[in-house]
């Protein structure tokens, strides 16, 4: 039990807190404060609780709680700092589970535009990969699934990115290497018509027409109404334009 303040405590964020006698009543408070949305105040209450109570048998509910505000702040690195510290420190924690898909949400909120490096979209997956496989019946494993898809499309495309600029540059066999991985790798994803265009576009600079006009139709009866279909079928024409 810590004495009553003295004074009203004020949040980073110029609200007043509401007077704290003891670290059970600033655990309330927090949890009270995040559930009305005011995660700056939350995290400053969670922050000393953390701290100073770190013996208390609801530290880890405390930290994971923290976690939770800095993602709802959108503060990505301070979020996976708090997740990763609880299933470090308290892997037996009835948190964990929640904690572990978290993680995953904290590494894929410092991801970048998917034209550049995806190393945190990496680590996002293989943390949400290793959430299923640990915690096969969590509640939360729905979720995970849609992530690793979201987090495989998006490597999927960077990785056809890649071979399209190979192909800008006329490189034609590094740019085959980055479309077929796309496919190969990601071929599940919406992403895969885009994988199958470059290698279509790969056979047309080698100066095998004909494989890439079959693929081409592929692609415009297996997806008539997306763009890419109408890119496949402009290319296709021209192939045999050129070919007549």
């Known amino acids: 039990m810590v004495p009553a303040l003295a004074a009203l405590l004020t949040g980073c964020g110029g609200h007043v807190l509401p007077e ?4 059970s009543d600033r655990l309330s408070t927090a949890q009270r404060l995040y559930a009305e949305g005011e995660y ?10 953390t701290t100073s109570a770190g013996g208390a ?10 976690g939770q505000c800095y993602l709802e702040t959108r503060d990505y ?3 996976a700092n708090e997740f990763e510290r609880l299933l470090k420190d308290y892997p037996e924690s009835d ?4 904690a572990s898909f978290r993680l995953g949400q904290a590494y894929y909120g410092q991801s970048r535009k ?3 490096d995806q190393e945190y ?8 990969q290793s959430y299923l496989a640990t915690y096969p019946d969590h509640w939360l494993r729905g979720g995970a699934r849609g992530k690793i898809m979201d987090a495989r499309t998006r490597l999927a495309h960077k990785t056809i990115s890649t071979g399209n600029l190979y192909l800008k540059l006329r490189l034609t066999e590094p740019a085959r290497v980055y479309f077929q991985k796309a496919l190969d790798e990601y071929g599940d994803t919406q992403e895969r018509p885009h994988a199958e265009l470059g290698l279509a576009m790969v056979d047309a600079r080698l100066g095998h027409p004909d494989q890439a006009i079959e693929l081409l139709k592929q692609i415009e009866a297996e997806h008539p109404h997306a763009p890419v279909a109408a890119k496949a079928a402009r290319e296709r024409r021209r192939l045999e334009h050129h070919r007549h």
Do not use: C, M, N, R
């Open 77 to 79: 690195p301070l979020a």
């Open 40 to 49: 700056a105040d939350a995290i400053e209450l969670l922050k000393t609780y």
């Open 114 to 116: 998917a034209d550049f």
């Open 57 to 66: 048998a609801d530290v880890d509910a405390a930290i994971y709680l923290l």
């Open 121 to 128: 979209t990496l680590k996002a997956l293989e943390q949400w």
């Open 95 to 98: 948190s964990s589970g929640s």
């Open 20 to 23: 704290i006698h003891s670290d």
